[in-house]
């Protein structure tokens, strides 16, 4: 294998362990972040809409909607709801499926030898 590919290759490796790490790093704080929000607002110590000044801005309680994806079969069953041949359901499915817009990405993948250190 040419050097220069060798050299680049193993500088991937290098990123992907640090990516990794960071991942692992965001993981914790993000979990640590919800474990004392759930203290604060258990406490009673912060409700909706309470405004706390900190030193670079504020923070502010608010509670977020979100909705859960839209999948094949929450489209299926809605529109077994409204139409009931079950043929015409499943050719909009499948018509829909069909004309869904894809894009590849090329990336280099790694596969652990040792399955316990991959995540």
């Not at 309680?61 to 139409?83: A, G, K, M, R």
């Not at 590849?104 to 596969?111: A, D, P, Q």
Request: include cysteine.
């Amino acid at each position: 294998m040419d050097k220069n590919i060798e050299k680049q290759l193993q500088q991937w490796v290098i990123l992907d362990n640090q990516y990794k790490l960071v991942q692992e790093k965001a993981k914790e704080l993000r979990e640590k972040k919800s474990t004392l929000l759930e203290s604060l607002t258990s406490n009673g110590e912060l409700s909706t809409n309470s405004v706390i000044n900190i030193t670079d801005g504020r923070l502010k309680l608010v509670n977020t909607h979100t909705t859960s994806p839209l999948t094949f079969t929450y489209v299926e069953t809605c529109l077994s709801e409204i139409i009931k041949n079950e043929d015409q359901v499943k050719k909009i499915v499948d018509y829909l499926k069909k004309r869904r817009e894809t894009k590849t990405v090329t990336e280099l993948k790694r596969y652990y030898n040792n399955p316990n250190n991959e995540k």
